[in-house]
Nanobody, 124 residues
Framework: QVQLVESGGGTVQAGGSLRLSCAAS????????VGWFRQAPGKEREFVAT????????YYRDSVKGRFTISRDNAKNTVYLQMNSLKPEDTAVYYC?????????????????WGQGTQVTVSS
């Protein structure tokens, strides 16, 4: 089992920044690929970014490329999502998820463990 806890959400004005953290406990976190997803009210959960178990492969959805950066510190069992130049359309609950021995994964059903989520609200 892997337990994931997100933190760092909040309310910011458009153009602002937030850094989300996903802290893991349980099994060896370095064996897991990690993804960030988000879900806005009335919408389906959507892929945001993913990082492989080694950190060597990274992928973003088009709408966040150049603004968001995913990274991981396996010594701290933590994955980060740095979000800059935030837009109102980035408003959602953000979730991190982990997939065992995974490379890049883009669909929610490819992940084994999920956190509870953290709210991000961007005001215009």
């Amino acid at each position: 089992q892997v337990q994931l806890v997100e933190s760092g959400g909040g309310t910011v004005q458009a153009g602002g920044s937030l850094r989300l953290s996903c802290a893991a406990s349980g099994r060896t976190f370095s064996n897991y690929a990690v993804g960030w997803f988000r879900q806005a009210p009335g919408k389906e959960r959507e892929f945001v970014a993913t990082i492989s178990w080694s950190g060597g492969s990274i992928y973003y959805r088009d709408s966040v490329k150049g603004r968001f950066t995913i990274s991981r510190d396996n010594a701290k069992n933590t994955v980060y999502l740095q979000m800059n130049s935030l837009k109102p359309e980035d408003t959602a609950v953000y979730y991190c998820a982990a997939a065992y021995l995974g490379g890049l994964k883009f669909r929610p059903d490819e992940y084994d463990y999920w956190g509870q989520g953290t709210q991000v609200t961007v005001s215009s």
